[in-house]
Structures are given as structure tokens and as C-alpha cells.
């Protein structure tokens, strides 16, 4: 499959593995990204990738060849607190009372009334149901007739107050760490690269709508595909194919498809290696789909080379000017 150039040998490789293809298809048609989830086993999962990748470990795997690679790139975090021997990042949260140490708080607001300026816990104005002052005795009608001043927290236990109680973590493998030896651990949420988007977009999606164009004409189709050609050197082309080779009464009819995708207009190095291929294979037909267009430069190469050149702006007519092409090919030529 090609990308930008030929020369991206290393993105090349990659891209062309099917597990690939089909996730960053996923996220790109639906417009995901790979956001960190947190697994029934308290570590960080990608579950979009796992579902494709068949596993955690061999997720990181591809999303560390997928950075590097430039392919996709990390946007946000967040800092998790894991339990600093299991690194599980589902911790039980529990607030300790620091004089007796029981897990009792009870939260408590602590409202003002506006009229009489008196401060009380939140409960204090809960008259069966009804708001009342417990100081000035005047019913309250409006949340707006009282303020908030602040939350502290209540030993069930010794009645000890406090606004800052002792935080506990309790990990779920069976013991106890607090804020001194917690672990925070960064969880990336990644996404594919803006530039790559748009090249991989019409790849991904404009090799199987051909495929399935020239399926619908008659023709058989493999994409991608991967030919030998006359002097025994393997090509790979986006899509290859043919019609009337199992049929002796029927003139044998091919075509090689190639798309070359850039964010500029597409460079004569995507026309001569396309050349070099079609070279070798001897295809009846030979078409380069360049999207957005093929450069000046591409088309003065391409004058001696016989290449069919479809430019489309953005992908989107690309299938119905090769559907244009392929039928005035099939035509008998005039006599
Ligand atoms: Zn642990
Ligand atoms: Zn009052
Ligand atoms: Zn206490």
C-alpha cells in the first residue's frame, strides 16, 4: 500500500499489516480515538485495540510502533493513582479519622443563614423536613436565604471535626497504601496523526470501493495485491484485476491500480515507481488514482511511461472517474 512515497518504507511495512489496516480503520471511519480504560484487572487497557490486536500485551506493542513510527501521536492524560507494588489502578478510597484512626467520617456542610449570620452544620436546619433557623427560629423558603461556608468532615466514632481527614488506599489485591506511597500513573489517550488521516482515509477506503466496483464489472479482484512480474521480482499494487482468463473464446482484459495519496500534488516518484511496476507486469491497463492532483512534473514523466493518470481533489469522485475510464476501455474500438 502506498502512502505518500515509496520511500516511507518503514510506515509502508507497517501499514500493510491486515490487523492494522482494520483498526486504524475503525478509528479513523468512526472517528474514535484510543482512550485508557481501566480493566476488570485494575491495569490500563485500549480496549478498541485489544478487540483487534487479540491482547494487551501485543496492543502496547503496536501503539508504541504506531507512535514511533509518527503514525499516530499521544494528545492527553491523565494522572492515575496506582497501589505502588501492583501498579492496579482501581484503588477502595477511604477517609480515616487521624485521632482514632476509624473510618467513620461523615461529610457535613456547613451552611450560613444570611438574615442572622448564624453558621451550622447543614443538618441543624432540617426541621422534619421543613428549613428553619435553629438560631433566629425564621423558616427559610429559598436555597438563595443561605450560604455555603465550607465542608468538614466527623468522626462517627471520637465526634472529632476536621476539614482535612487522612485519605486511605485500599488495593484490591488485599492491603493498604496512602497519599506518601501512592504511584501516579501517566494514561495516555492516543489518536492518528492529522497528517496521516487524510492519506489513509482515501487508502483505506478508496482500495475496497474499487475493488468492489471492478468485482461489481465482472472482473476478478484482488486488493492488495501481490504479483510476480516478468523478470520475478514481486510487486504489490493497490488493486489488480482481470477478466476473461478462465474463458479461451475471451480476450484476456487487466488492470493495475494504483493510489497515490499527498497532502500537495503528487511527485513523479509515485509515477515512476508505479512505472517500474507496470513495467514488469504488463497490465492491458494501468491506472494511477493521485489525489489531490498529479504535479506538473508527474505528467511530463508520466507523457513517455503510458500511465492512465485519475486526479481527484479529494477522493470522494475518485470510483466514478475509473468506473468512466473501464467502460470506454471494454468498448470494442471503432473500425
Ligand atoms: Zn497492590
Ligand atoms: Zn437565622
Ligand atoms: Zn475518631
Given amino acids: ?80 493513582v496506582t497501589c505502588p507494588i501492583h501498579f492496579r489502578a482501581d484503588p477502595l478510597i477511604q477517609l480515616e479519622c487521624l485521632k482514632c484512626k476509624a473510618r467513620k467520617m461523615r461529610k457535613t456542610a456547613l451552611v450560613e443563614h444570611l438574615y442572622c449570620g448564624y453558621i451550622d452544620n447543614d443538618a441543624k436546619f432540617d426541621k422534619g423536613g421543613f428549613l428553619v433557623c435553629p438560631n433566629c427560629k425564621r423558616p427559610i423558603h429559598k436555597v438563595e436565604e443561605l450560604r455555603s461556608s465550607g465542608v468538614w468532615y466527623e468522626c462517627q466514632n471520637c465526634l472529632t471535626k476536621t476539614s482535612l481527614p487522612k485519605v486511605v488506599f485500599t488495593c484490591r489485591d488485599g492491603h493498604e497504601f496512602n497519599t506518601a506511597d501512592l504511584r501516579l500513573a501517566a494514561a495516555y489517550t492516543y489518536i492518528v496523526d492529522d497528517s496521516v488521516v487524510a492519506l489513509l482515509k482515501n487508502t483505506l477506503i478508496l482500495a ?43 480476450a484476456v482484459t487487466d488492470v493495475a491500480i494504483q493510489i497515490s495519496v499527498d497532502a500537495v500534488a503528487v511527485e513523479p516518484s509515485a509515477v515512476i515507481s508505479f512505472f517500474a511496476k507496470t513495467y514488469d507486469l504488463r497490465p492491458k ?20 511511461y503510458g500511465i492512465t493518470l485519475v486526479e481527484d481533489s479529494d477522493g470522494s469522485g475518485a470510483v466514478q472517474k475509473v468506473k468512466a475510464l473501464l467502460e470506454s476501455a471494454d468498448k470494442p474500438a471503432p473500425k
Fill in 285 to 304: 491497463l494501468a491506472i494511477l488514482v493521485t489525489i489531490p492532483s498529479a504535479s506538473e512534473a508527474a505528467k511530463a514523466i508520466n507523457a513517455g
Fill in 208 to 250: 475496497p470501493a474499487i475493488a468492489s466496483l471492478l468485482t461489481g464489472m465482472g472482473y476478478s479482484v484482488v486488493s492488495p495485491a501481490t504479483m510476480q512480474g516478468r523478470s520475478g521480482t514481486s510487486h504489490t499494487l493497490d488493486v489488480y484485476a482481470s477478466k476473461g482468463v478462465a474463458d479461451p473464446n475471451m
Fill in 1 to 80: 500500500m502506498q502512502v505518500s512515497s515509496e520511500n516511507q518504507s518503514d510506515r509502508q511495512k507497517i501499514l500493510s499489516d491486515p490487523k492494522t489496516r482494520e483498526l486504524l480503520r475503525r478509528l479513523i471511519v468512526e472517528g474514535k480515538s484510543l482512550a485508557p480504560e481501566v480493566g476488570g484487572d485494575g491495569q490500563i487497557h485500549y480496549l478498541a485495540a485489544e478487540d483487534v490486536m487479540g491482547g494487551s500485551a501485543a496492543t502496547n506493542v503496536w501503539i508504541e510502533q504506531m507512535v514511533g513510527s509518527g503514525l499516530m501521536k499521544k494528545t492527553t492524560y491523565k494522572e492515575l
